[in-house]
């Protein structure tokens, strides 16, 4: 069984831009959620979705967007980048996010992004 | 609001060496969840253990033991007898009523031969 499949591995972008990194969830896996993890702030939660609606935000600008499609892959958006956005996205999915109770989350290797 | 403190930002022991994790977390719910990932250097987390608030049998899988105590809100993770592959970045985890999972800052473990 494969699992959680980020792309690209590495990305490098200029302050301004924007860029978009893409998650493909283990096979049979209807959750996603993605998180960014820096040396200062470590992992933080960005958002979670589910059956291609967003069920949970993080503390994120609007910069910050994603969506998932229905074959449950998603994507996450970051747009006017800036030098604070260089960091580690990692994307993980599950079964399903059962409200009051706390699936195993698989995580991808991750997007390393470097804005410059 | 929830926060997990990983106090131990670095760790270094010897093989064969036993080494506790510590990890104290805060939250207001009654109902929550605790988490354990070990990060290796290829990135990905993988996940170890899944505390409810409700269980506090401690546990014990291999190598690896989990001692969950309400009363000082602690969640340690033990390695008995490391090996070089335990090498990585612990992380404790937090799951409350916000549907957030949050995370501690990490210890960095390394297991020198």
């Known amino acids: 069984k494969a699992g959680v499949t980020q792309t690209p591995r590495y990305l490098i972008k200029t302050r301004g831009q924007q860029v978009t990194l893409s998650c493909s969830p283990i096979?049979?896996?209807?959750?996603v959620s993605w998180y960014q993890q820096t040396p200062g702030q470590g992992l933080q939660f960005l958002f979670e979705?589910?059956?291609?609606?967003?069920?949970n935000k993080g503390n994120f600008p609007g910069r910050f967007s994603g969506r998932q499609f229905s074959n449950s892959r998603s994507e996450m958006n970051v747009s006017t980048l800036e030098l604070g956005d260089s960091a580690l996205y990692l994307c993980?999915?599950?079964?399903?996010?059962?409200?009051?109770?706390?699936?195993?989350?698989?995580f991808g290797s991750g997007t390393q992004l470097s804005v410059l | 609001a929830q926060k997990v403190t990983q106090a131990q930002t670095e760790i270094s022991v010897v093989e064969k060496e036993d080494v506790t994790l510590d990890c104290v977390y805060e939250t207001r719910d009654t109902t929550y969840y605790l988490f354990w990932y070990k990060q290796p250097p290829s990135g990905e987390l993988v996940f170890l253990i899944r505390r409810n608030s409700f269980d506090e049998q401690n546990e014990i899988s291999g190598r690896y033991s989990w001692n969950f105590q309400k009363s000082t809100s602690s969640f340690n993770f033990t390695i008995t007898a490391s090996q070089v592959v335990d090498s990585a970045v612990y992380f404790c985890a937090l799951k409350g009523g916000s549907e957030k999972l949050v995370f501690g800052k990490g210890t960095k473990l390394t297991v020198n031969p």
């Open positions: 993980a999915s599950s079964l399903t996010p059962n409200r009051g109770s706390a699936e195993k989350l698989f």
């Open positions: 979705y589910f059956s291609e609606t967003q069920r």
């Open positions: 096979s049979g896996h209807r959750s």
